[in-house]
């Protein structure tokens, strides 16, 4: 029969990008005595991946756990970023409510709406936390009466209607239950989360069930599970059988050898775990997400979402260039398979497949953001290799029509530039479907455009608002082809020999374009070092010297004076190259480059397209 275990809350906080989340976390774990009170603290201490530190987002959800008075609270904190959705479908079977954490100056925000759609779906209880309001430009009556329209948009239940609002400051460490309370601590927001989340249920006596929602990866042990005990209890040395709702002829053999509970940011061992702990599970090697442990007497898998299908795809290869192996510290194809299957460990909307060439891999995944993750990791950690510009997964219907990804985004502008976003999307076959006045003189425009209207267009997105711009994009879903789209307007400087570029050269080929290169550095033939201001490319040689003869002073030649060269980031070279290009990453350098080095191949290869 089932029982409620009173002593346990799970809860998962959700919240758009930048909204304080992770923050909101740490407050809970200070406040609950989890860190010493000497205890030098990082800040988002959740976000543990450099690169989710520096662009202050978070990537994998994490899992930890606060006691207030006698009950355990598990908090998972989700990504944000619509490009890890995949992160949080999964996430919230293993919770009874979520904590939703709304901006008290920017409120309820796009990316917000698609996890709290997913959680009115799955009958979850909400809290909502408006969260800033200390902020000099706060509004949180408004952003009420916003989040309330938001939940009505998604047919919320009357119950889900009635949710508790809690007002706080995640980095003034209080939350109060109405705006005039005095603000001391966090308590309110503990209290709300015990009166109003309801205990995890399940039945003790029956037979184990566990379904596993996130992997983790650690090299010492493997592949660790995590997920929660739904029905009877888990045991250290158990035999157990591992099923899959999506894959009926999975069975496997499977002992228990380690388990963990989380305290704080830590795992501790435990010998058993008993329905609503949400546990991690080491010693399975083959443990897949969405696979149920059970006992052996009566194996039946927990149904769970399948997980969301990549809709974009790179080719990344072993670097070819004649800079090749110069850099990084992992250049063979062997060092670039083994580190693109590991990346599977732990992320499951990736793919990884092999193809003909055996130096070329097809990597796809759900978005720019979530690829360009990946090639960062990979490049400090010392991997170098080649990635070709992304390119979308297309599918046929059963009329044999070709169908796209289709996504839609969400754009705050300042009025002025409305119109040349409007301009820019339409002519990426993207179709306008709302426009209306945001706060601050901001205009906000709701876009279905193709997921290929958007690759690229990041870049000019912030060229063309002077970097006041908002974009949120979101996967809606497959439609048909929308016809071509031609992505880039100006043509590629390309060096015509292989050398050091030098001053005289570089003089005289800033006069065709933008350069992406200064003196002294290498270059060979093929590679793409500026952008024209013209359609086609153009190709010079940027390791000329001046010929010195008796009839020329030397002196004049101090008086050249090069424009800066333009410096790109990873996501603006991926933004960048066009279909015939390919990007080389090393540790140090990006390089852009034609994908056929020769300029007769080049030229070939154009007539015969």
Known sequence: MNMKREDIRNIAIIAHVDHGKTTLVDQLLKQSGVFRANQEVQERVMDSNDIERERGITILSKNTAVFYKDTKINIIDTPGHADF????????????????????????????????????????????????????????????????????????????????????????????????????????????????????????????????????????????????????????????????HHDPDKKKRVKISKLYEFDGLNKVEVQEASIGSIVAISGIADIHIGDTICSPENPTPIPFQKISEPTIAMQFMVNDSPLAGQEGKYVTSRHLRDRLFRELNTDVSLRVEETDNMDCFKVSGRGELHLSVLIENMRREGYEFAVSKAEVLTKRDERNRLLEPMELAYIDVPE???????????????????????????????????????????????????????????????????????????????????????????????????????????????????????????????????????????????????????????????????????????PVSLRIRKKILDPTMRKRAAIRK
């Open 416 to 586: 002025e530039f409305a119109g040349s976003v409007i301009q820019k999307l339409s002519s990426r076959k993207g179709e306008l479907q709302g426009m209306s006045a945001a706060q601050g003189g901001y205009t906000r425009l709701e876009f279905s455009i193709p997921s290929r209207g958007l690759i690229g267009y990041r870049g000019e997105f912030m060229t063309d608002t002077k970097g006041n711009g908002i974009m949120n994009t979101i996967f809606d879903d497959y439609d048909v082809y929308k016809g071509d789209i031609q992505y880039r307007k100006q043509g590629s400087i390309i060096s015509f020999e292989t050398g050091e570029s030098i001053t005289y050269g570089l003089f005289n080929a800033q006069e065709r374009g933008t350069l992406f290169i200064g003196a002294g550095e290498k270059v060979y033939a093929g590679m793409v070092i500026g952008q024209t201001g013209k359609p086609e490319d153009v190709e010079v040689n940027v390791c000329k010297k001046k010929q010195l003869t008796n009839t020329r002073a030397s002196g004049s030649d101090d008086a050249l004076k090069l424009t800066t060269p333009k410096k790109m980031s990873l996501e603006q070279c991926l933004d960048f190259i066009d279909t015939d290009e390919l990007l080389e990453v090393t």
């Open 85 to 244: 959705g995949g992160e949080v479908e999964r996430v919230l079977k293993m919770v009874n409510g979520v904590v939703l954490v709304v901006d008290a100056y920017e409120g309820a925000m796009p990316q917000t709406k698609f996890v709290l759609r997913k959680a009115l779906e799955l009958d979850l209880s909400v809290i909502v936390c408006i969260n800033k309001i200390d902020r000099p430009e706060a509004r949180p009556n408004e952003v009420i009466d916003e989040v309330l329209e938001l939940l009505m948009d998604l047919d919320a239940s009357d119950e889900q209607l009635d949710c508790p609002f809690v007002f706080a400051s995640a980095k003034g460490g209080f939350a109060v239950k109405n705006l005039d309370d005095p603000r001391e601590n966090m308590v309110p927001l503990f209290e709300t989360i015990i009166d109003h989340i309801p205990a995890p249920e399940g039945d003790p006596e029956a037979p184990t069930q566990v379904l596993i929602s996130t992997i983790d990866y650690n090299e010492y042990v493997g592949r660790i599970g995590v997920g929660k005990v739904d029905n009877g209890k888990l045991k250290v040395n158990q035999d157990c059988v591992l099923v899959n």
